[in-house]
């Protein structure tokens, strides 16, 4: 009889999960967002788009490669040609041309569109916070924020980033401590939408020792049509002391930074938001790929068991699928 599989997520590890899956077994996605992308995700503000997670992904492995052969043939996934400027404070150090031949790519038009693509013949359910899994007679039962229950599952995979895993297992699990010790590093994303172009000489810069880290012109990616979406991360160090501060003050530094680095006064801008990523990087990784618990039917994976980056959300979940299918 065909095993029914609950996925917890639909960021890459989860929906490469069900990808992976869906030939051998009956799997259902939950979401909790209005749409899949996770930490890959595309914020719409009309007219203005941002990846506002990951910026762009490498490729270091035939099976990540051989695992996206189809989107690059359909063109949903190019390489980056951009200026990457590197600065140490407000001193630019260096500006590197990356060439195609570098391997920084990226979804196109959207960063989300590589999820979208995934998932499309997956059955995916948005808009659904699990909140509460339960184990009775060898199956497990989901419940959402509202308490609705959606059926028996004989297995339940989550693919959540650490801390969100930890808030749905109860310590009789076998890999509850271990996931307990993992701390993941936050971050705020500043998205600036203007009429005007910048014309500045780089597409994107490092910067050190700033409470701003990384600085990039959405729009330099390939196949984007919108005009002049800056994206602005903080460091970490100023995310991990601003955890508590309200966003409107988050907001407000982070653009005066800005504004000082690009020499531009962004107040001037059209749209101006703030998003505040909780977990971004592991501080540091298991030495599994995935955790399971054959006995209960539960096990998780992303992109923190290896090295949190797309690669790793993608390598875990693909091991885990792996050893589930085995
Ligand atoms: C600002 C930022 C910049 C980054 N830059 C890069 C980069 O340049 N290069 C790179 O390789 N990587 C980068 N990353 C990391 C990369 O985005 C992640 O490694 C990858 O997307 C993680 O995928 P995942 O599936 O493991 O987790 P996620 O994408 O976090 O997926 C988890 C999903 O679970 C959902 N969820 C959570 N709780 C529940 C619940 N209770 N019920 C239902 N759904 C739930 C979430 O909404 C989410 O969609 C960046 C990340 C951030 C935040």
């Known amino acids: 009889m065909i095993k029914n599989i609950a996925v917890i997520g639909a960021g890459l590890a989860g929906t490469t999960v069900a990808s992976l899956m869906k030939g051998n077994f009956d799997v259902k996605i939950f979401e909790k967002s209005k749409n899949a992308g996770g930490r890959m995700s595309t914020r719409k503000e009309i007219p203005f788009n941002f990846d506002h997670g990951a910026q762009f992904f490498k490729i270091s492995t035939i099976d990540f490669k051989n695992f996206l052969l189809d989107l690059f043939t359909q063109k949903v996934i190019e390489p980056w040609k ?116 910048l014309n500045l000489d780089f597409d994107a810069a490092l910067i050190e020792n700033e409470d701003i880290a990384w600085f990039a012109i959405n729009n330099s990616k390939p196949g984007r049509m919108n005009k002049n979406c800056l994206i602005i991360n903080s460091s970490y160090e100023y995310a991990s002391k601003n955890l508590n501060t309200s966003k409107a003050k988050v907001l407000k530094h982070l653009l005066s930074k800005s504004s000082k680095f690009l020499n531009y006064d962004l107040l001037k801008s059209n749209i101006i938001k703030i998003h505040q990523w909780k977990y971004v990087e592991a501080e540091c990784s298991p030495i599994e790929n995935f955790f399971i618990d054959h006995k209960e039917k539960i096990a998780v994976c992303g992109d923190w068991f290896i090295n949190s980056r797309v690669e790793g959300a993608f390598l875990s979940a693909n091991e885990l699928s792996k050893e589930i299918i085995k």
Do not use: H
């Open 82 to 197: 951009f200026r990457l400027a590197y600065f140490e404070g407000q001193y630019l150090k260096k500006i590197k041309m990356i060439e195609d031949e570098d391997g920084f790519f990226v979804g196109v038009p959207n960063m989300d569109s590589i999820i979208k693509y995934l998932s499309k013949n997956c059955n995916l359910i948005l808009n659904t916070k699990i909140e509460r899994i339960v184990r009775k007679n060898d199956k497990w039962s989901l419940y959402d924020q509202n308490k609705k229950s959606y059926g028996l599952f004989d297995w339940v995979i989550l693919s959540l980033p650490a801390q969100q895993s930890l808030e749905l297992i109860s310590n009789n699990i076998s890999f509850y401590s271990l996931i307990e010790k993992i701390k993941m590093k936050g971050c705020f994303s500043l998205m600036v939408g203007m009429k005007k172009s």
